[in-house]
């Protein structure tokens, strides 16, 4: 009971102890009258004793309630005593601690402090004391220009500011039971202070490494600003153009230089203020010969190198004196000599081919093939001129007109180039005039023909139906030989095809899936900018012939007719989700901005194949497209859901339209350095569209962009979510921390670039190549283990299933298990998706492998297991 309650009580007896009391004494009163009305005196005696017992029950209840009263007030003012002594030591304890301290309410109002907290806001032209918002003081201190700059730190969403004294303070704050917000302020003046001293010394370690490289550079190099002054430079400059040492220190080296070298730098000057690129070889007294190039800066001024290129000079003339002898002789050669390089353009021709197709002489070099001979002629020399370029000695004969009209015979032989790697840069052409020959040989025949027919003429009717006889069924005989020939050639042919995309699948793209690995390893490892470029430029290659032959394969399987679609139905937005995040990265790197309308539909489709089209889809806009927009989204038909790609590229001429799905076949793309395709994308979607009935739609407007659609069934169900193919890529990718991952596979190169991968992704990861490995490495019963990764294909005949099993069976959590194949069948997918296994194709993805494992680990976590 409370004091309040205590009093209401107190007040409450009284009250009824004077109504008693009053009672009381009427009744007294009247007993002591002696009324002559009163019937029977002693029993209003008796009743006023008995109201006099109750007054005394009633007084020593209120003297009970007044004790009691007495008592809570006395607790009450020790209760206040020991509030104050309390209030007082958090006022002492706040004060104590080295940052400022501030306490508001649920409305952000301030209600407590300390001194420190006053002091950093003691420019600000207000008082702080409490019923302040924590606003106001931000606006104010805003105004007053006591907060010089202010930003968020990072994730943690706390700020950090500096005030105009110089003086850091990083923000802390903490939300309090009552939705109130407790905010520390931290000096951390002394750690930036260190930074930024950190900042110097590694910027002046750079400035030394920088020097030091320059000085061990085999070419000469000299760094001048806008104003023309020698800001770098090392002795191999001084070497090579004459400067006084003395000159360079003192920034002004130019009056030491040559009249030659001086015109060079004048030169470069005005190349520099227009922002071209110079290059010029200048011939010293000495017969040194440098190569002196000019590269311009952003800022101004200009980067000089200067290359000894005597050796190299000396080598080329030694080339052209050769060219000489080599033309002496082939101008005498009676036959016709030319080389052709790859693009189908003469490179060389010799006196006698040039007289014999009346062409000037060196007239060819350069021209096309097509400039001598006609499309009809170019129609039977191109499969030769291409069996050439495979790699193929050829000889053929060939009928051609002279220069007066006459027709001759030609013999005509291709021997290909062929550099260190077996590919062929172009092919030697020699034709010989064979038509005497040829004739010479005709009079012959003709000749033997007339004898044979004479010693036909004069054999016997009968000999001559059984020789007919004979001959036809011979003919018969030969062919049924070469049906059954053919027949075979046709089923080696089909078990080499199988044989090359089984090699392709998988033991082609093992190293390339290896050699992914480890480039990404390596990417992610802090290099210099010249070795990080030469790293993403063997990523980049790595990734194109990947691209190229996963492409090929993809064609070969589809003209085999070995994709068989793995069609059910499922929800069309995880999957567009997917691949919209997936191309937003690279539609941002081009500076293209991706669009995604989310569609809630259900639809019967292969999921991969089906990826396959939209990726080819958005891949051809990206491409395709300068500037501007890119949008995936739906549109619901009656008869299916239609997913449409939009662009605002260059648009499809109307009479492309079609030719754009055949194989080998692309627009002119002016976007530089984007087109590396072959072709083949556009082709590829036909084929899946054709393998999954899905009718492929095309819309264009030159100069305005196209709309690629695609439409899909409706589906009956969507699967639930393990039964998808792609996981969604979660938001974040840190949950790899410490994670513990098992690794199976039968390649150590797989191996030990899985290891390098997620190690720098912060894993703790057990590479084994076997069940038997894994065991001798560690007790999977005593071990714990978040993740297992496991390669479908393993060494004796084993599967990663069977291994992925017997795994799970020594331990005592259900572990999420990712398996990897080359193996692209229908019966595995649905055998991986049965176990509720994760299922990934190679060559492995890095940024999809990190993602699928973030994303089964947050199901894992949501399923309770960790």
């Known amino acids: 009971m409370n004091e309040a309650e205590m009093r209401q009580r107190l007040a409450e007896l009284e009250q009824e102890n004077a109504k008693l009391k009053r009672i009381n004494e009427v009744l007294i009163e009247r007993v002591e009258s002696g009324s002559s009305q009163v019937a029977n005196p002693y029993a209003a005696f008796e009743h006023s004793v ?21 008592a809570s007030n006395r607790k009450l003012h020790e209760a206040n005593e020991q509030a104050a002594t309390s209030h007082q030591r958090l006022i002492d304890a706040i004060n104590s601690i080295s940052d400022a301290f501030v306490l508001f309410d649920a409305e952000r109002r301030v209600v ?28 104010l201190g805003h105004e007053s220009g006591l907060i010089a700059e202010a930003h968020d730190d990072g994730e943690s969403g706390n700020k950090i500011f500096r005030l105009c004294n110089g003086k850091w303070f990083q923000m802390s704050q903490r939300p309090t039971q009552d939705d109130g917000l407790v905010v520390l302020y931290t000096d951390i003046t002394g750690l930036k202070a ?60 130019w009056a030491s ?28 007294h000495n017969g040194r010969v440098i190569e002196v190039r000019t590269h311009p800066m952003p800022t101004g001024g200009f ?67 097509t400039k001598v001979h006609d499309a009809a002629q170019m129609t039977i020399l191109k499969p030769y001129f291409d069996r050439a370029m495979a790699g193929e000695c050829v000889t053929f004969e060939m009928s051609e007109p002279n220069l007066a009209g006459e027709e001759r015979i030609l013999l005509k032989s291709y ?67 070469r049906l059954r020939e053919a027949s075979q050639e046709a089923e080696r042919a089909n078990i080499s095809k199988t044989k090359f995309l089984a090699a392709v699948s998988h033991d082609l793209l093992q190293p390339l899936n290896a050699a992914r690995l480890f480039t990404s390893a390596l990417i992610e490892q802090p290099m210099e900018t010249k070795t990080n470029s030469l790293v993403q430029s063997v990523s980049n290659s790595l990734e194109d012939v990947e691209s190229l032959l996963s492409t090929l394969v993809d064609i070969s399987k589809l003209d085999a007719g070995a994709v068989v679609p793995d069609v059910i139905s499922f929800n069309v937005s995880d999957l567009l989700q997917n691949i919209a995040n997936e191309y937003r990265q690279v539609a941002q790197s081009e500076g293209l901005e991706l669009r995604f309308v989310p569609c809630d539909v259900t639809i019967n489709s292969d999921s991969q194949l089906l990826a396959r089209i939209l990726r080819n889809f958005l891949s051809n806009a990206i491409r395709y497209t300068e500037s501007g927009t890119i949008l995936l989204g739906c549109r619901r038909r009656e008869h299916g859901l239609l997913i449409q790609v939009w662009d605002t590229g260059a648009g499809i001429p109307a009479a492309k339209k079609q030719e754009i799905f055949q194989e080998f076949k692309r627009l002119e793309n002016k976007h530089s350095g984007q087109d590396k395709g072959l072709g083949l994308g556009l082709a590829i979607v036909d084929k899946i569209s054709r393998v999954l009935a899905h009718p492929i739609y095309v819309e264009s407007e030159q100069g305005v962009g196209s709309v690629f659609s695609v439409e899909v069934p409706y589906g009956t169900k969507a699967p639930s979510q393990g039964e998808m193919h792609g996981p969604n890529i979660p938001q974040r990718l840190d949950r790899l921390q410490r994670t513990r991952i098992w690794v199976i596979d039968n390649d150590l190169t797989i191996c030990q670039g899985m290891d390098t991968l997620l190690s720098g992704w912060g894993c703790e990861v057990v590479t084994a190549l076997s069940v ?16 297992l990764i496991v390669d479908y294909h393993l060494d004796n005949g084993e599967n990663g299933v069977d291994a992925a099993e017997e795994i799970r069976s020594m331990l005592t959590d259900d572990v999420p298990v990712l398996m990897i194949t080359a193996n692209y069948c229908k019966e595995l997918k649905a055998e991986i998706r049965e176990l509720g296994y994760m299922l990934m194709n190679k060559p492995v993805k890095p940024l999809k492998l990190k993602t699928t494992l973030s994303h089964m680990l947050e199901c894992q976590l949501e399923a309770g297991a960790f």
């Open 50 to 70: 008995v109201l006099a017992e109750q007054v005394r029950e009633r007084t020593e209840l209120l003297n009970a309630a007044l004790a009691d009263l007495k």
């Open 303 to 369: 980067v000089n190198t200067y290359t000894d290129i005597t050796e190299r000079h000396q080598y080329a003339e030694t080339l052209r004196e050769s060219e000489q002898w080599i033309r002496l002789i082939t101008d005498n050669v009676p036959a016709l000599i030319c080389y052709v390089g790859q693009d189908e353009r003469y490179q060389f021709t010799n006196k006698v081919y040039d007289e014999w197709y009346g062409w000037p002489r060196g007239a060819l070099n350069g021209e096309p093939i």
């Open 194 to 253: 260190r930074e930024t001293a950190i900042r110097e010394r590694a910027l002046e370690q750079k400035s030394k490494l920088l020097q030091a490289t320059v000085d061990n550079l085999s070419q000469g190099v000299a760094l001048v600003d806008h104003e023309g002054r020698l800001e770098v430079w090392n002795d191999r400059f001084l070497e090579l153009t004459g400067v006084d040492p003395d000159a360079a220190s003192e920034h002004s080296p």
């Open 112 to 139: 407590l402090y300390n001194n420190k907290f006053r002091t950093i806001w003691h420019d600000v032209d207000v008082e702080i004391q409490a019923g302040i918002t924590i606003q106001d003081i931000w606006n």
């Open 415 to 481: 021997v290909p180039n062929l550099d260190a790697d077996g590919q062929a840069l172009g092919c030697f052409v020699m034709i010989r005039d064979i038509t005497e020959r040829i004739r010479t040989g005709e009079e012959l025949k003709q000749a033997y023909q007339m004898m044979e027919q004479r010693v036909i003429e004069r054999t016997s009717e009968l000999t001559h139906v059984n020789q007919q006889l004979r001959l036809e069924i011979n003919e018969r005989s030969l062919i049924e030989s």
């Open 772 to 787: 038997d490995d894994l065991t001798a490495k560690l007790d999977p019963a005593n071990t714990p283990v978040d993740l």
């Open 257 to 284: 230089l040559t009249v030659s070298h001086k015109h060079i730098l004048q030169h470069a000057l005005s190349a520099a203020q227009q922002g071209e690129v110079v290059a010029s070889d200048q011939r010293e």
